[in-house]
Each structure stands twice: as structure tokens, then as C-alpha cells.
């Protein structure tokens, strides 16, 4: 079974610059988060997503951040304009979810973003 | 905001010692998971226990949970060079709109 994909990897930009995240989740995943990981913190979720509508983007600073997940499968995160503080990593994580109840939540690589 | 906070806030060990990390939290949860990241890599989900679980065990993994105290504990028994990671729990709340909140990590070092 394929994991979680993003890319890039890596990205380096100047402050107030753009950039843009993809997420591909795992085949048939109903539910995508989105998570910030500043260094030497845990991830802090930006925003979650069932299927293609938004369930909670309570902490995206949406002044800035915009995420979309058009057709219910991969997703976009985007940052404009970029702040010096946006420097994290940014995880992807999918899981499938049906009603209440917890399950393991599958998280990709991450995109390492540095603002200059 | 955090939910979890693991202490200590970095460990380091032998190999074949046991490693021991606490999570506190502060509300109340469904559930509790610990996962592992690995130095620049993604989490990995070790294991899930729930509200009304006591211990659980996966492995050389064992998890206690402890409600009345808002407060978990992660043993690695026989540790091995390749444990060396950060150990994040993550409670999980909420109903319909369930979501993890994780805590800033344990860094654990094994050296050979």
C-alpha cells in the first residue's frame, strides 16, 4: 500500500514570497489533515478535511493560508505571503474515518519550508 | 494550543536499557497515541489507547494510562540504536469532529 506523498521536500524562499504544498493521500482516505511542525515542537494542526469539505481550519492563519482539496482526494497547501516564522515543516496526514471513533493517522514525509 | 506535554523533555540510554516517557494533559480524551519521528522523516504511529484502557502493550511497547491523573507513560523495554527518535503522544477528543493534539516530544538517543 502507497503512504502518504507530498512535495516538495524541500523549499527555500524569500519572506513575502509564495509557495504552494501537494498531498496525495493514502487511496481511499476519506479524511486529510494538515499539520505544522515548528523545530523542536509537535505538530499543530492547520486544517482538517472529510472528503472535499473543511471540518476544522480553526488555527490556519487564513490571512495568509489557503488549502483546498477539490475532488475529495489530494490536497494544496499555500502560503502567501510568506512570513520568516512560516519556516516549519509541513505534514500531511490521512486517515480513514467512518462517524465517531479514533484511527491511526498516516502522515507523509512533510515539506521542509525555509524563509529567508 | 498543546494538549500533551512529555517529560523528560530528552533521554538518553544505553542499548538494552528500558526507556520510560510520561505524557501530561489537561481535558478529557476518547484516546491517547504515541508516535515516533525519526530525525527529518514523518511520524509513525506506535499505539492507540483508549479512555477506558489501563495498559496496553505492542511489542516491546507498553502504555499505561492513568484518566484521574490526565497523565500516560511510554516503555521501550530493551532498547536498541535504531529507537533513537523524538516521541510525541497526541489525545485525541471530540465527536464528529475528532482531531489529535499533539505534545512537543521526548527526544530519546540509544548509543551502541
Known amino acids: 500500500e502507497a503512504g502518504v506523498a507530498q512535495s516538495p521536500r524541500y523549499k527555500i524562499i524569500e519572506k513575502r514570497q509564495s509557495v504552494a504544498f501537494w498531498c496525495n493521500p493514502i487511496s481511499g482516505h476519506a479524511t486529510l489533515y494538515w499539520y505544522q511542525q515548528i523545530l523542536g515542537q509537535g505538530p499543530k494542526l492547520l486544517i482538517q478535511?472529510?472528503?472535499?469539505?473543511?471540518?476544522?481550519d480553526s488555527q490556519l492563519p487564513k490571512d495568509r493560508f489557503s488549502a483546498e482539496r477539490l475532488k475529495g482526494v489530494d490536497s494544496t497547501l499555500k502560503i502567501q505571503p510568506a512570513k520568516l516564522e512560516d519556516s516549519a515543516v509541513y505534514l500531511c496526514a490521512s486517515n480513514q474515518r467512518s462517524g465517531s471513533g479514533a484511527d491511526t493517522q498516516y502522515f507523509g514525509p512533510g515539506t521542509r519550508l525555509t524563509v529567508l | 494550543s498543546q494538549q500533551g506535554e512529555e517529560d523528560p523533555q530528552a533521554l538518553s540510554i544505553q542499548e538494552g536499557e528500558n526507556a520510560t516517557m510520561n505524557c501530561s494533559y489537561k481535558t478529557s480524551i476518547n484516546n491517547l497515541q504515541w508516535y515516533r519521528q525519526n530525525s527529518g522523516r514523518g511520524l509513525v504511529h506506535l499505539i492507540l489507547?483508549?479512555?477506558?484502557?489501563r495498559e496496553k502493550h505492542s511489542g516491546r511497547l507498553r502504555v499505561t494510562l492513568d484518566t484521574s491523573k490526565k497523565s500516560s507513560s511510554l516503555l521501550i523495554t530493551a532498547s536498541r540504536a535504531a529507537d533513537t527518535a523524538s516521541y510525541f503522544c497526541?489525545?485525541?477528543?471530540?465527536?464528529?469532529?475528532?482531531?489529535?493534539?499533539f505534545g512537543k516530544g521526548t527526544l530519546l538517543t540509544v548509543n551502541p
Open positions: 478535511f472529510q472528503n472535499n469539505g473543511v471540518v476544522d
Open positions: 497526541a489525545t485525541g477528543s471530540g465527536g464528529s469532529n475528532y482531531k489529535l493534539t
Open positions: 489507547i483508549r479512555s477506558n484502557e
